[in-house]
C-alpha cells in the first residue's frame, strides 16, 4: 500500500505547500483581528514569542512524525505506537481540520465576492451606503454568503481532487510572491496616511496592562497555532509526502518566518489605516474588510490593486483550505480505502454543510451564542484555534519528548546531538508542554 501513496515532486514542493498552507486568510485576516481585539503590541509580542519558543520547534516536531510514518495523522500514531492510545490525538486533528475549514470556506467565500466586486467594477465607487454597511448587508444575507462559500469550497475540492503535486504546488509559486508584493505596496501606501502613526503605535508600542487578562495569552497561542497550521495534522500529513532525504530543521525555520513576515507586514497595511480611517480596532472578523475598502478607495488605481489584492488573498485561502482538506481525506483514503475522488467529495460536502452554520450565524442566526458572547463562527473558531490546535500540539510535543528516546527524537528530525538538537529538544519535551499546560490552566482561572 505504501508504495502507492503520493509525494511531492522536490522539497521545494513540499516547502511551497506547506508555506501556502500556512500563509493565507490567518495572516491578514484573523491576525489583524485578533491583535486588534487584543490590544496590539503586548499581543504582538506574545505571539512572536509563541512563534518562537513554541510554535517553530513544534512545527518541526510535527513534520518529523508525520515523515517518519509515512501516514495520515491517526495512522502516523498508530505506526509509531501500535496499540497504544497515541493515535486518539489524531482524531481531534481530523475533528478540527473539519471545524476550521468550516468557517475558513465562509471568510474566503468573503473574499471572492470582493475579488469579483472588484473585477466587475462595483467597488471602484463607494456603495452608497459606505463599503463597511454593504459590507455588513452582504454578511447577514443568507443566500449570496453561501453560494461564495459553495463555490470557494468547489475549488478546494477540485485542488484536492487532482492529487498532492500537481494541484497543491503550483498555485503557490505564483500568488504568494504576488502577495507579498501588494503587501509591502500597500504598506507603503497606508503609513502616508493620515493618523497612521497612531495605528503604527497600537501595533507596535506594548500596552503593558492588557497582559493581566488571561486570555490575550490564550489569543496569542492560538493565533500562533492557526497561523503556523500546527497541530491539527497538516503539516503532519504534509510531512507524511516527504522522503528521508529531505532535510527537515532548514524548512520549519524558512515556513515560520515567512508566515511571519505576512502577519507583520498586514499589520503594517490594517492598523495605520484603521486609525486613519476611524474604525474601531476590535470590530472583530469583519475588521479587515471594512478597512481594506477603505484603502483602497482612497489609493491610485485602487480597484486595480483591489482586484489583484483579493484574488491573490482567495488563492492564499485555497493553498490553506486544500492543505486542510488534505487532512480528513488522507484519513479516509487509508482507514476506509475511499478513493481521493470519493473522499474529498463526501468530506468537502461535510465541510460545505458546517460553513452554513458558521455563515448564517453572521445574520439569521446572530442571536445563537455557543459559547460565551461568541457567535456560530466564533465559537468554531475559539474552539479550534484555542483548544483543539494547542491540545494537538501537546500531544506531538509529548509523543516526540517521552514516547521516543532523544536519539530517535533527534534523528526523526535530522538533527544532531549539537546544542541546537539539545535546546529544540528540551523545549519540546518541558518548555512547550508546560507553556501550553500553563496557559490552558490560566485561562481556565486556575492559577
Ligand atoms: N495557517 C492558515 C492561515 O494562516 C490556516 C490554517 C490553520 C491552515 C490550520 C491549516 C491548518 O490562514
Ligand atoms: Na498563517
Known amino acids: 500500500m505504501n508504495s502507492t501513496r503520493e509525494s511531492w515532486a522536490s522539497k521545494l514542493g513540499f516547502m ?32 512572536l514569542v509563541s512563534i518562537l519558543i513554541i510554535g517553530v520547534p513544534l512545527l518541526l516536531a510535527e513534520v518529523s512524525i508525520g515523515r517518519k510514518a509515512q501516514s495520515d495523522v491517526v495512522g502516523s500514531y498508530q505506526k509509531l505506537a501500535q496499540g ?18 468550516g468557517f475558513y470556506s465562509v471568510v474566503a467565500g468573503w ?27 452582504f454578511t447577514t444575507s443568507i443566500g449570496q454568503p453561501l453560494f461564495w462559500h459553495a463555490l470557494f469550497m468547489v475549488v478546494t475540492i477540485a485542488i484536492v481532487l487532482t492529487g498532492v503535486k500537481k494541484g497543491i504546488e503550483l498555485a503557490n509559486k505564483i500568488f504568494m510572491p504576488t502577495l507579498a508584493v501588494l503587501l509591502i505596496v500597500l504598506a507603503g501606501f497606508s503609513l502616508s496616511l493620515e493618523g497612521a502613526m497612531e495605528g503604527m503605535r497600537f501595533l ?3 500596552d503593558w496592562s492588557v497582559l493581566s487578562n488571561p486570555s490575550v495569552y490564550i489569543a496569542a497561542l492560538g493565533q500562533a497555532f492557526f497561523s503556523l497550521s500546527l497541530g491539527v495534522g497538516v503539516m503532519m500529513t504534509y510531512g507524511s509526502y516527504l522522503s528521508a532525504h529531505h532535510k527537515l530543521p532548514g524548512a520549519t525555520i524558512g515556513i515560520g518566518l515567512m508566515d511571519t513576515f505576512f502577519a507583520i507586514i498586514s499589520g503594517i497595511v490594517i492598523f495605520p489605516a484603521v486609525f486613519a480611517f476611524n474604525i474601531e480596532p ?6 479587515v474588510f471594512i478597512t481594506l475598502t ?7 488605481f485602487g480597484g486595480y490593486v483591489g482586484i489583484l489584492f483579493f484574488l491573490s488573498l482567495s488563492l492564499a485561502a485555497v493553498s490553506s483550505s486544500v492543505s486542510l482538506l488534505e487532512v480528513p481525506v488522507a484519513y ?14 463526501i468530506i468537502g460536502f461535510v465541510i460545505f454543510l458546517l460553513g452554513i452554520g458558521a455563515s448564517l450565524g453572521m445574520g439569521a442566526l446572530s442571536g445563537f451564542t455557543p459559547i460565551g458572547e461568541r457567535n456560530i463562527m466564533d465559537s468554531m473558531d475559539y474552539v479550534a484555534s484555542n483548544i483543539l490546535l494547542p491540545i494537538g500540539g501537546l500531544v506531538m510535543a509529548l509523543f516526540i519528548g517521552w514516547y521516543f528516546s532523544k536519539k ?3 534523528h526523526a528530525a535530522d538533527l544532531t546531538d549539537s546544542a541546537v538538537g539539545t535546546v529544540w529538544y528540551l523545549i519540546v519535551k518541558f518548555l512547550a508542554p508546560v507553556l501550553i499546560l500553563v496557559i490552558f490552566m490560566n485561562a481556565l482561572g486556575v492559577l
Open 282 to 287: 476590535d470590530s472583530g472578523p469583519v475588521l
Open 111 to 137: 473574499s471572492m465576492y470582493y475579488f469579483w466586486n472588484y473585477l466587475n467594477g462595483h467597488f471602484f465607487t463607494v456603495p452608497e451606503e459606505g463599503y463597511g454597511a454593504a459590507f455588513e448587508v
Open 84 to 101: 497504544k492510545p497515541w493515535f486518539m490525538a489524531g482524531f481531534l486533528g481530523v475533528l478540527g481540520s473539519l471545524l476550521i475549514l
Open 16 to 47: 511551497l505547500a506547506a508555506m501556502g498552507s500556512a500563509v493565507g486568510l490567518g495572516n491578514i485576516w484573523r491576525f489583524s483581528y485578533v491583535a486588534g481585539e487584543n490590544g496590539g503590541g503586548a499581543f504582538l509580542i506574545l505571539y
Open 204 to 206: 507596535f508600542r506594548p
Open 332 to 345: 479516509l483514503m487509508r482507514a476506509a480505502s475511499w478513493s481521493r475522488k470519493k473522499s474529498a467529495v
Open 294 to 300: 477603505d484603502i483602497f478607495g482612497q489609493m491610485p
Open 408 to 410: 530517535e527524537a533527534l
